[in-house]
């Protein structure tokens, strides 16, 4: 755990390499036919259309093999882009402070870099814009031993209240809402 910002990373010597992530991720059936997954995704909307203007640019930053909350994010009025390192790497998506919104759901605990990762992140939203993030967030009252979240072996982050605090002062943001259990929508603040 990291004494600043509380944040639970495995040993880097124990990663998957990057084929076998690619293979773990191909298994999974998420995309726009899989009811349960678009009801999965669709956890992040309500709060995040408290704070959407009406008409948006977004991006959708590890969108997977089959975007999806592209679509949930069009019904509400945005003009989505979809990115994915894997499925989706159009890096002429990642320009700096491009986006109105950024949405980043289940992506954060794969970070194998977690600075240079959140650099990226943080670094697409316009100042005022959104970031959305979805992950399962840890606390104390969780036995880790047990946690069944660890045990998919791409999460290799974890995150927490304090991490959360330590990205907001790292990042100049602004915690607009937060279920405390896996969902967090910042705001950039200015420069």
């Not at 880097?12 to 036919?33: A, L």
Request: aromatic residues 14%; charged residues 25%; contains cysteine.
């Amino acid at each position: 755990m990291c004494p600043n910002c509380a944040l639970i990373f495995k040993n880097p010597g124990k990663f998957w390499s990057d084929e076998q992530d690619i293979v773990r991720y191909t298994t999974h059936n998420n995309n726009s036919e899989d009811s349960g997954y678009v009801e999965f995704l669709r956890k992040i909307i309500p709060p995040l259309k408290l704070f959407l203007p009406k008409k948006f640019n977004a991006l959708d930053f590890g969108c997977g093999p089959g975007p999806t909350l592209s679509l949930l994010l069009e019904e509400e009025g945005g003009m989505v882009e979809n990115y994915d390192p894997i499925f989706f790497p159009d890096a002429h998506l990642l320009v700096p402070e491009t986006y109105d919104v950024v949405t980043s759901t289940e992506v954060v605990e794969h970070f194998k870099t977690p600075k240079q990762d959140w650099d990226l992140l943080t670094g697409l939203v316009k100042d005022s814009g959104l970031l959305a993030v979805m992950t399962l967030f840890y606390s104390e009252e969780i036995d880790f031993k047990s946690w069944w979240y660890k045990n998919d072996a791409t999460h290799v982050v974890f995150y927490q209240k304090k991490t959360i605090d330590y990205l907001t002062a790292e990042y100049n943001l602004e915690v607009l809402y937060t279920d405390n259990k896996s969902i967090v929508i910042f705001k950039k603040r200015e420069s």
